[in-house]
């Protein structure tokens, strides 16, 4: 059995995380069982697709080094279970999380029409306007797709998300979602900062460093 | 010391006091050979007193001549021996000379005149290192000849216990895995005879079809919506399970079909547990090794059932063996401890280890290594939780890194995810063997660890581990310790046995 867990770069080893990031978050990937969680981050870190990944048991981790804007951060990778017995284990984790991927499979409505539960979670758990990226997986089976573009669109616009659509088994749209995300991270960290400033009193304890 | 339980009036004249402490690891071996070749004369209990915690002699009469010998384990295992016809003052006389026992003098006895008991403690110049399990090295893997000696002539296991501690310490070899994993699994009781096994299989049989059946003739309602439930995830994952096993490989692979069809109508058998993710994980090396559909489906129901690892999908099952895995590092492992509590509630939660649990191992060894983990876990020998002892070993092996960079708990996740596949699982198992024996070996255990070893047999004892408890408190609402722990000694003293030895105990729960 192959998994992906945690190849990518340990912060000791991996001369990349030696250079002390500018930048650092947690971003938490969530989404029903199969929509490709593992396989996008074994594409993000192995830059292939591994179509035998064994199902996620709990949690994972990795860390992914992206420089963007001429800036650098270190991406802390939390990989979840889809299934529902796994999520009280994710539900603690939601909390700690500067930035959340939510997933479907655009082959299956169910993964799609489950994103309502997925974002109420969110809004149970996660700090309050905490940076979301929705992303459609599987663009490469476009003969099986059951959920339109323009659905996830719409979606995203109501809930103020960003959103893209993805393949891990292609490769498409992987970075690009990703540096994205990076940057909505870093306006939302930005945000947050000036808000602390303004607030007179105890300004917030440094949001995304260490845990 | 070698006495007949049957005959157990008086006392074998033959018995044996060692006197030689350091024997060469041959000589041991040869030793270790004639000690098999006694046990397999059926009802023989044979251990080295001067291995033992102590001795004690109750008596009955005035005469002081008939009662019973208590053998008490340094594993706290108990052995009693009635002598209804006399000897035992000749008994006593013996451990009074023997210079390995001394004679320790009861508190309240001194207050009466009558003697009614009298206690012997075991001194040894040394005690075995407790680095390496004691019995380390003594079992061969269970090969066909070895497992055939175990059954008698209509198929029935002798002694179970001596399979079960062959097994936890030799492992099975794979050519009879199939054979024998029924019986660990609970599929066949070792009493059974290979007639009724078969009589059983039939039986089985016919009622894993007419599951089947239920589950092929639900109406389309039914059908959707266990589709949505079940069928879906059991078809992604069947063909992602054990992809590099070469019995699961290739397209089209009907041992695949078959893995997905025990699936399927495990959450028909099973509606409450249904199907979670990692089951497949676990069902393939049994179907691996026993092959016939039917069997393999019901080794899994006892899986999932009867062991007490991974299985029901509750949450408050992992938080029990969570509690559990605290308590023991706590003991066992103070500085790892240490750290995860410096870490506070998410260092405690310790994620690095519930995919261990969940899959015994399975993603963390190969599966030769793994396997032979489950099978010292099946075997129940001494604990219910060898699993957790595994965890532990791990920790203590590959955790140093852990405490000295003071890793917080994502780094600890990436730490040993990273070690999957990368660790010696004979060198994990070896030490988890001997922490259980250090374990048996504590002069007192937290009230917390106490059912830890209870449901797993006496073996050749009467009695099972009886520890001396001490009361770790978190007892919800109520006052006293329901184990009757007393919380007074914080810390217990090393070369405190004789002390403790004191205290009568009404604890006894033994085997008739």
Not at chain 2, 416 to 440: P, T
């Amino acid at each position: 059995a192959v998994t992906a867990g945690g190849a990518g770069g340990a912060p000791r080893d991996s001369p990349e995380a030696s250079l002390d990031p500018d930048h650092l978050y947690n971003v938490l990937f969530i989404g029903d069982s199969h929509v490709g969680k593992t396989s996008f981050l074994y594409r993000l870190h192995a830059d292939t697709f591994n179509p035998h990944l064994t199902a996620t048991v709990g949690l994972d981790y990795q860390v992914k080094n992206l420089v963007v804007d001429n800036k650098r951060f270190a991406l802390r990778l939390w990989d979840s279970a889809g299934q529902e017995r796994y999520h009280s284990i994710t539900k603690q984790f939601f909390r700690k999380a500067d930035g959340v991927v939510l997933m479907y499979d655009i082959t299956s409505e169910y993964s799609f029409s489950d994103v309502q539960y997925w974002l109420s979670c969110i809004q149970e758990g996660a700090e309050d306007g905490v940076p979301i990226l929705l992303l459609g997986n599987k663009t490469d089976c476009a003969a099986e797709r059951q959920v339109p573009v323009k659905e996830g669109e719409r979606l995203a616009k109501e809930h103020q998300l960003m959103f893209y659509e993805c393949s891990a088994a292609s490769g498409h749209n992987v970075s690009e979602s990703m540096v994205g995300l990076v940057r909505l991270l870093k306006v939302h960290e930005d945000k947050l900062k000036n808000k602390a400033e303004e607030v007179p009193k105890p300004p917030q304890k440094k949001k995304g460093c260490c845990w | 010391m070698t006495c007949s339980t049957s005959s157990a009036s008086s006392l074998d004249t033959s018995a044996q006091f060692q006197e030689n402490n350091g024997q060469t690891p041959s000589t041991r071996w040869d030793e270790q050979q004639k000690v098999f070749a006694l046990e397999q004369v059926c009802g023989v209990f044979r251990v080295d007193l001067g291995q033992m915690r102590s001795l004690r002699l109750f008596f009955s009469d005035e005469a002081c001549t008939c009662g019973q010998l208590v053998v008490a384990s340094r594993e706290s295992q108990y052995k009693i021996f009635h002598f209804h016809h006399g000897g035992l003052d000749k008994l006593s006389e013996v451990f009074q000379q023997w210079k390995y026992c001394t004679e320790t003098h009861l508190k309240d006895q001194q207050l009466t005149d009558e003697k009614t008991c009298m206690q012997f403690s075991i001194r040894r110049p040394k005690l075995p290192s407790s680095e390496t399990h004691p019995e380390e090295n003594t079992y061969k893997r269970l090969d066909v000849s070895a497992w055939l000696h175990h059954l008698n002539e209509s198929g029935q296991v002798e002694e179970e216990y001596k399979l079960q501690k062959a097994i936890f310490f030799g492992g099975i070899d794979i050519s009879i895995r199939g054979e024998v994993w029924p019986f660990l699994l609970h599929y066949y009781s070792y009493e059974s005879t290979s007639e009724e096994r078969e009589a059983l299989r039939l039986q089985k049989r016919k009622e894993y079809f007419e599951i089947q059946e239920k589950r092929l003739s639900m109406t389309s309602d039914e059908q959707k919506d266990f589709w949505r439930k079940v069928q879906f995830t059991v078809d992604k994952d069947v063909v992602r399970t054990d992809r590099s096993n070469q019995f699961f490989r290739g397209e089209d692979n009907p041992n695949v079909e078959t893995m997905r069809r025990i699936l399927l109508n495990y959450a028909v058998f099973n509606p409450t547990i249904g199907y979670s993710q990692g089951m497949s994980d676990l069902v393939a090396p049994l179907l691996a090794e026993v092959l016939d559909e039917s069997d393999t489906f019901w080794c899994f129901v006892g899986l999932m059932q009867n062991t007490i690892f991974i299985s029901s999908p509750r949450d408050e099952d992992m938080e029990k063996q969570l509690m559990y895995l605290r308590e023991l590092l706590r003991l066992m492992h103070p500085r790892f401890y240490q750290h995860l509590a410096s870490l506070g509630e998410d260092g405690l939660q310790m994620l690095f280890c519930h995919r261990w649990i969940l899959l015994c191992f399975k993603r963390e060894f190969p599966d030769a290594e793994a396997l032979r983990m489950w099978e010292a876990c099946w075997a129940h020998y001494q604990t219910d939780y060898f699993h957790l002892f595994i965890c532990v070993a791990i920790v203590v092996i590959y955790g140093d890194d852990v405490i000295e960079q003071q890793l917080a708990t994502d780094q600890m996740l990436l730490h040993f995810g990273n070690l999957a596949m990368h660790m010696n699982g004979e060198l994990v198992l070896r030490k988890a063997r001997s922490l259980l024996y250090q374990f048996h070996l504590l002069p007192r255990i937290p009230c917390s660890l106490h059912d830890l070893c209870k449901l797993c047999g006496t073996g050749m004892w009467d009695s099972g581990f009886i520890p001396a408890v001490e009361c770790s408190g978190h007892h919800p609402a109520s006052e006293s310790c329901p184990y009757g722990g007393l919380a007074e000694a914080s810390s217990p003293k090393p070369g405190s046995e004789g002390k403790r030895g004191l205290k009568t105990r009404d604890v006894f729960a033994f085997r008739k």
